[in-house]
């Protein structure tokens, strides 16, 4: 079975709205008769279209600076900040694979950017821009 996720807000009385309601009971015919487990937690905020792109700007000066393409930038950039490591519980296989920086909340994102950012001045010697910093950078060979 696919578990699904929906969303919805809990009005002034306590009372919880799923917004697709419809979706919501429908699923819910699949575990007739069966026991089931709620989570609800509170949802997080997702980093803006801005702050993405912006990322892919210092993958892009990093890739043009090293000789690496954008995608081997930013795969580098993901096992270096965002390799896990886990140890299946019924095999104790160990599995390494890295995060998606998609799923990462504002502040997982944050520190990713605040580790790129001390990683590309330590070891490269770039000091990348900053939002609202109006900064021109350009290569020389």
Partial sequence: MIELTFFGRV???GRLKIADRKGFDSYLLNFCGQPVTVDIKKKKAKRSNQQNAFFHSWITLLAE???YTKEE????VKF???KVEEIHDQTGETFIYTKSTAKLNKGE???LCTEVQNWARDTFEIL???PGNNWEITFTT
Avoid: A, Q, R, V
């Fill in 65 to 67: 600076h090293t000789g």
């Fill in 11 to 13: 009005d002034e009385e």
């Fill in 73 to 76: 930038m930013k795969e580098i």
């Fill in 128 to 130: 990348l821009p900053l």
């Fill in 109 to 111: 994102f944050s520190d």
């Fill in 80 to 82: 270096k900040f965002l």
